[in-house]
């Protein structure tokens, strides 16, 4: 029997509660907004299979890539669409060329980010674009597993810590299975999300959402959101990324999931086929592919992996050895942000933009010591002109 002592001993993969032949596991959520198992111990049978499928308990050891590359979408209008380079679209369309099914996080009508699947083409766009946010998983391994089953084409997206737990609720390679995950700074929680998007329309009733859109450009994304009072009164917003509460709480480490500030996946532990990134450094590597369009980094890590991103038309193949020079988060978890907990204690009873905000301020100390950094980098830069 699976038991969470530590919020940090769970990253809310719902693996174990799938797993159950009894179905004696359920996932409630708490004060901070995140899942965690909990257990009709009269039901429990002692099987221990949820404790089996735990990708914290059972951790694999980190991996090398086989292949990175810098790639994007041949389709503009696509890559235009997209976070990065384009990349996802291109191999969720191959597999649905191929009959197959694609999983992915989206938005349902609460604008809740929640995991599902599409089989045509043109739904695809649901699954596209960044979400910070941790999306719930609900019963998508087991329905993923049904369509392996079914000798159905299956390309499963997610965190690298939900592609590891479907690795091991399914307890098997399948062929016909390919699994992407990307780099992941951490999951925000789905509470504070809410209490974001209802500080901006009380009704929930928004029209458009998109968390990267690269209109003024793939550095300069924009939260960008729409909608309408019950008046009918049209209302939009659109902030660029440093302008952006949500997304400034999102980087200050604020709000993230417990599991995340020690994340057991990094390394490329996940064993997905491919990882998936913004190659942010793309011009000291190719300048010719820097457009502030958006380009991806992918990483190839099995042979499976390599032969989809075969189909990949423009890419170019980077010598890196180094997963942190890749990104820094391929290796190292987020720092817990000091006033974590202050936040939390004190979110019900705040305003939440503004609290945000207050949370997210830097100490006098760390104004100082991050001047001082920026003078010395000034100076190095001028000694080396």
Known sequence: MIEITQKEDCCGCNCCVQICPIQCISMHEDKEGFSYPQIDIQKC?????CEKVCPIINQPLPQKPLKDYAAINHDREIRKQSSSGGIFTLLAEQILKEGGVVFGATFNSRWEVVHGYIESREKLSLLRGSKYVQSKINNNYQIARAFLEQNKKVLFSGTPCQILGLKHFLKKEYPNLLTIDFICHGVPSPKVWKLYLLSLNKDLTFSHINMRDKSKGW????FHAIWQNPQ???FEIKEVLDDNVFRLGFLKDIYLRPACYKCAVKQLKSKSDITLGDFWKIEKFKKEMDDNNGVSLVIVNTSKGQKYSNNILIKEEIHI??????SK????????NKKRNLFFKNLENQEITSWIKYCSKDSKFSIFRNKIISFI?????????
Do not use: A
Request: glycine fraction near 0%.
């Open 377 to 385: 980098i000034k100076l190095k830069i001028r000694d080396h002109k």
């Open 232 to 234: 009918q009164q049209k």
């Open 219 to 222: 550095r300069n994304y924009s």
């Open 329 to 336: 988060y391929l290796v190292l978890s987020p720092p817990i």
């Open 45 to 49: 049978i002692n099987c221990h299979l």
């Open 321 to 326: 050895n180094d997963l942190k020079k890749l």
